[in-house]
């Protein structure tokens, strides 16, 4: 047997302050470029803010280590490999160390914005968005262009955040994460107002049975909150808040207070099966839901939250989530629960009593495109009516408005 081809021997021209030396690299991996580098110039691997490459027309442009090894040993234009390294000491570090801003959409379909510096980690960042919004960085994702930054060690500059992007902000688990929003109206004096969310627990399908994580996200999060849990399995809990939180604009973005209650979506049932004594069982099959192909998925979806009256943010946020779950060469099956069937859930009490409450849940999966077949269009729905939502009603603003959406993906 023939012996493996050994790693080809790389070299590049490196620059470190004001020295530069011809450097000869046993193989392409980062992990020795960077011990290499430790040897000659005594550069420690955790100051490193960044290397960059010369790139014709270009100028200096970051490597990220990831991709390290693909371009290692290239040369562009018959000249050796030429990065420079950048330290806490160097002076290219100010344009690394300075702060930019960041775009957040929050997970209560609202935005704010976050400053800090473009050297910061992806953990840092973390840190930085749950001082901004009061999410635990354990209870956060962070996605950009519907991708989660996972890599908690990674440079802000080496994972595509740069000035002025836009990320979204979700709860990390669990799955299904409905969002309660407070819309007061100019009308309301009361000192404050209290939601009290109750769930009942079922054989199949039932809500996150830990009563700390009801509610465990929300804003503003110093508010007053109770739990209770009753004998027979049943979880209610109390969310109490005052009306200036609901007057008051966060940052002048954030417009409404919101909280979470999840959802658990490992007994969530999408066959016809219901058990005996389930008096509401929520199910999802070709007879009562109904499909959207993935083409314009998003769109769609936008439309048809925006047309029950969900604000803009929550249709956003709602279409995204949904659309990320659904592949290329799939389509989109759901349901939107009638709100007198989601009430048999959970019931939802507000007091002093909203003018109007809409409360919007879909069930959802991913299908394969010859399955569309035996499902219904949702464009053949008159949705209004199917959910019964007061439209007119949810978009006036001179009204004391509550909101509820979330979604839940079945098997």
């Keep these: 047997m023939a012996a493996p081809a050994p790693e080809p021997t790389v070299f590049a021209i490196v620059r470190y302050k004001d020295r530069q030396e011809l450097l000869r690299f046993p193989d392409p991996t980062y992990n020795t470029f960077c011990r290499r580098l430790s040897s000659v110039f005594f550069i420690a691997t955790p100051s490193i803010l960044c290397v960059e490459r010369s790139m014709p027309g270009l100028g200096w442009v970051c490597v990220d280590p990831a991709t390290w090894q693909e371009q290692a040993g290239q040369k562009l234009d018959d000249d050796w490999p030429y990065y420079r390294v950048i330290d806490g000491d160097c002076p290219e570090a100010k344009q690394h160390g300075r702060k930019i801003t960041i775009k957040l959409e929050t997970p209560g379909g609202g935005s704010t914005s976050t400053d800090i510096e473009h050297s910061a980690t992806v953990s840092q960042l973390q840190a930085a968005v749950a001082t901004a919004i009061g999410l635990p960085v354990s209870q956060q994702r962070l996605l950009l262009h519907g991708e989660k930054l996972s890599d908690g060690n990674a440079r802000l500059y080496n994972s595509e955040v740069t000035a002025g992007v836009r990320l979204s902000v979700e709860p990390s688990k669990p799955a299904g994460v409905p969002v309660i929003q407070l819309y ?23 809500f996150w049975h830990d009563p700390e994580s009801l509610f465990s996200s929300r804003y503003p999060c110093e508010i ?3 739990v209770a849990t009753t004998l027979d399995g049943d979880t209610s809990a109390r969310w109490i808040v005052p009306s200036s939180a609901m007057r008051n604009r966060w940052s002048h973005e954030v417009a409404f207070p919101y909280a979470f209650w999840p959802v658990d979506p490992f007994e969530t049932s999408s066959s016809n099966a219901v058990p005996k004594g389930a008096s509401c069982i ?31 943010g929550a249709s956003q946020t709602l279409a995204s989530r949904c659309t990320r779950q659904v592949d290329e ?8 629960l009638p709100q007198d069937e989601y ?35 949702a464009d053949e729905i008159d949705w209004v009516e199917e959910v019964d939502v007061d439209v007119a009603a949810a978009r006036d603003e001179s009204l004391f408005r509550v909101f509820e959406w979330g979604s839940l993906e079945v098997s």
Excluded: M
């Design 224 to 226: 007053e909150f109770k």
């Design 343 to 377: 009430a048999e859930l959970s019931s939802f009490v507000v007091q002093p009593t909203p003018d109007v409450t809409t409360r919007i849940f879909l069930l959802y999966k991913a299908i394969d495109k010859d399955e569309v077949k035996d499902w219904t269009h």
């Design 184 to 206: 007061a109206s100019a009308a309301l004096h009361s000192p404050s107002a209290s939601v009290t969310l109750t769930t009942t627990l079922s054989s199949q399908w039932h």
């Design 282 to 312: 929520p199910t999802l099959n070709s007879f009562n839901g109904c499909f959207l192909p993935r083409k314009g998925l998003y769109n769609a979806l936008f439309d048809l939250f925006s047309a029950l009256a969900l604000p803009h």
């Design 329 to 336: 060469d799939q389509a989109l099956a759901f349901r939107i």
